[in-house]
C-alpha cells in the first residue's frame, strides 16, 4: 500500500509528465504545421522540434521509472527498456546543449575570428549536428550498455529495497571513467556557451544602460528577459545534471524525501523549460493561446 509521501510523488510526477508532455507537444505541433506549410523549416525550428520530440519520449520514460521505483509495475525494467533509456537521456542532454550552442553563436558579440566563422555557418550546421547526435547517443548507448546496466541495478536496488542483497558485478574503472566523460562532456560544452553568452548579454545590456539617458530604453528590456531566460535555462539544466549524479552516486539506501525530491528535479527540467520556450517565442507563444482557447471552447 502507497504511503503519503509516495502518493505525493505520483500526483507531482504525474503533473510533471502530463505538463511536459503538453508544452513539448505544442512545439512539435506548430513546428510540423509550419513544415507542412511551408515544405520547409528553419534550423532553429527543426532543433527546438527534435529537442521537443525528444522530451516527450523522455517524461514518458520517467514517469515510467517513478511508477517502477513506487513497485506499481514490474521492477527493474527490461534491459532493452533501460538502454532506450540511455539514448533518450543522452539525446535530451546533447540537444539542449546545440540549442545553447545556437543561442551563443546568434546572439554574443565576442569579437574572435573563430566565433564569427560558428556564427555565419551553426545554420548549415545544425541538421548535421542533429544526426550526428542521433548516431552518437545510439551508439555509445549500445557499446556501454552492459555496465550502464550493472550501474543501474546496483542504485535502483538499494532504492527500492530497503535491504537489498543483490549480487551484481562492479563496473570496471575504465567503463565508469567513460560513461562520466559521456555525461560530463555536454555539461562542460553547455557551461561554455551560456556562460559566454551570459557575460555577453549582460555586459551589452549595462553598456545600453549606461549610456541611455532618462528611462530604460525598450531595447534594454528585452536583452533583460533574455538575459532571465537563458539564466533559468542554465538553472534547470544543471539542477537536473546534480539531482542525477547525487542519484547514480548510490548514497540512497532507500526510498526517502531526499530522493522522491531529486527524482522530481529531473523530470522538471524538460517540462519547465519548454514552458520558458513557449513564453519566449512569439509564434509559439500565440499558437499555445490559440490551442488553450479551442480547448475551453470544446468543453
Known amino acids: 500500500m502507497l504511503e503519503s509521501l509516495d502518493i505525493t510523488h505520483l500526483t507531482f510526477a504525474a503533473i510533471q509528465c502530463f505538463m511536459g508532455v503538453l508544452a513539448n507537444g505544442i512545439i512539435v505541433v506548430v513546428n510540423s504545421t509550419d513544415l507542412i506549410k511551408q515544405r520547409k523549416m528553419l534550423p532553429f525550428d527543426l532543433l527546438l522540434c527534435c529537442l521537443a520530440t525528444c522530451r516527450i519520449c523522455l517524461q514518458l520514460v520517467m514517469f515510467h521509472l517513478n511508477l517502477a521505483i513506487l513497485s506499481l509495475i514490474e521492477f527493474p525494467p527490461p534491459f532493452w527498456y533501460f538502454v532506450t533509456f540511455m539514448f533518450i537521456y543522452k539525446l535530451e542532454l546533447w540537444l539542449a546543449t546545440w540549442l545553447s550552442v545556437f543561442y551563443c553563436t546568434k546572439i554574443s558579440t ?3 575570428p573563430l566565433f564569427f566563422w560558428l556564427k555565419l555557418r551553426i545554420s548549415k550546421l545544425v541538421p548535421w549536428l ?3 547526435t542521433v548516431l552518437y547517443a545510439l551508439l555509445t548507448s549500445v557499446l556501454h550498455s552492459n555496465y550502464a546496466w550493472i550501474l543501474s541495478q546496483k542504485t535502483w536496488s538499494r532504492i527500492v529495497f530497503q535491504n537489498a542483497t543483490t549480487q551484481t558485478k562492479d563496473v570496471p ?3 565508469f571513467a567513460f560513461l562520466v566523460i559521456e555525461l560530463s562532456l555536454p555539461l562542460v560544452i553547455f557551461l561554455i556557451s551560456a556562460l559566454l553568452l551570459i557575460f555577453s548579454l549582460g555586459r ?3 553598456q545600453m544602460i549606461s549610456t541611455a539617458a532618462g528611462a530604460r530604453p525598450p531595447s534594454a ?7 532571465r531566460s537563458f539564466l533559468s535555462f542554465l ?3 544543471v539542477s537536473q545534471y546534480m539531482m542525477a549524479t547525487l542519484i547514480l552516486s548510490q548514497i540512497f539506501k532507500r526510498r526517502n524525501f531526499i530522493f522522491m525530491f531529486c527524482m522530481l528535479v529531473v523530470g522538471l527540467y524538460p517540462s519547465v523549460h519548454s514552458i520558458i520556450l513557449i513564453l519566449g517565442n512569439p509564434k509559439l507563444k500565440q499558437n499555445a ?5 479551442h480547448s475551453k471552447c470544446c468543453q
Open 289 to 293: 493561446k490559440k490551442f488553450l482557447l
Open 173 to 175: 574503472a575504465l567503463q
Open 221 to 227: 528590456s528585452v536583452h533583460i528577459s533574455a538575459l
Open 204 to 206: 551589452h545590456t549595462q
Open 235 to 237: 538553472v534547470l539544466y
Open 130 to 132: 542533429i544526426l550526428g
Open 110 to 112: 565576442i569579437a574572435h
